[in-house]
């Protein structure tokens, strides 16, 4: 199964439970984000470098000692770690050639195809009251992880009314990384417009 199937899989049952509970950051993820950087930088005992590009992993001895930037070339010192959230295959891309050996700096993890979300916000006149924050659309179970299956809906707005104006809500959708990208290039690449609206 391709990478990604795994977690959808996963994400899929736990959101499905009886009794299961979605939870949502007030004010959106970028409060999580926020919360890390006055935890790091509460009663001066840090600092956090934001909107930073990391260019490379430094290294010496075999061990992650810190990290270089993009912008100036500036290199920051690690006091204990380095921490990546960044993918596998962009972690290894910033890591100097040699430091793997061949068959881990190739990777036979396979990448995802594309990661599609769509964010739109609408009138939410007429909308019933009790609308779900959460909705999974499945066309098939089978091979889940093929294109056009699970497509997830959330309503983050239903949860927190502050993420849309008044009367409004906010829609994000996306297609769970089981697309080909070529699939959602330009409507120049489909025969029609209408087969575009369609898709």
Not at 79 to 104: C, F, H, Q
Not at 112 to 136: C, K, Q, R
Not at 140 to 161: C, E, F, G, N, R
Request: with cysteine; proline share 6%; net charge neutral.
């Amino acid at each position: 199964m391709d990478t990604i199937a795994a977690a959808v899989a996963y994400t899929m049952r736990d959101l499905h439970q009886k009794g299961a509970a979605l939870d949502y950051p007030i004010g959106g993820s970028a409060t999580v984000a926020n919360s890390l950087v006055r935890g790091v930088t509460k009663y001066g005992r840090g600092k956090a470098v934001v909107n930073a590009h990391v260019e490379s992993i430094l290294l010496e001895g075999g061990r992650a000692v810190g990290v270089q930037l993009r912008r100036g070339r500036k290199k920051v010192n690690a006091k204990r770690a380095v921490i990546t959230n960044a993918s596998v295959w962009d972690t290894i891309g910033m890591l100097p050639e040699g430091v793997l050996p061949p068959p881990r700096r190739k990777m036979d993890t396979p990448m995802t195809s594309s990661f599609v979300h769509l964010h739109i916000g609408i009138d939410a006149t007429g909308l019933p009251d009790d609308l779900e924050s959460h909705y999974s659309v499945v066309n098939t179970w089978a091979q889940i992880h093929a294109p056009h299956k699970p497509v997830i809906i959330s309503t983050p707005s239903m949860l927190d009314a502050g993420m849309a104006p008044e009367g409004c809500h906010m829609i994000h959708a996306y297609a769970a990384a089981n697309e080909p990208f070529e699939l959602w290039g330009t409507e120049d690449q489909f025969a029609n417009k209408a087969d575009y609206a369609a898709y």
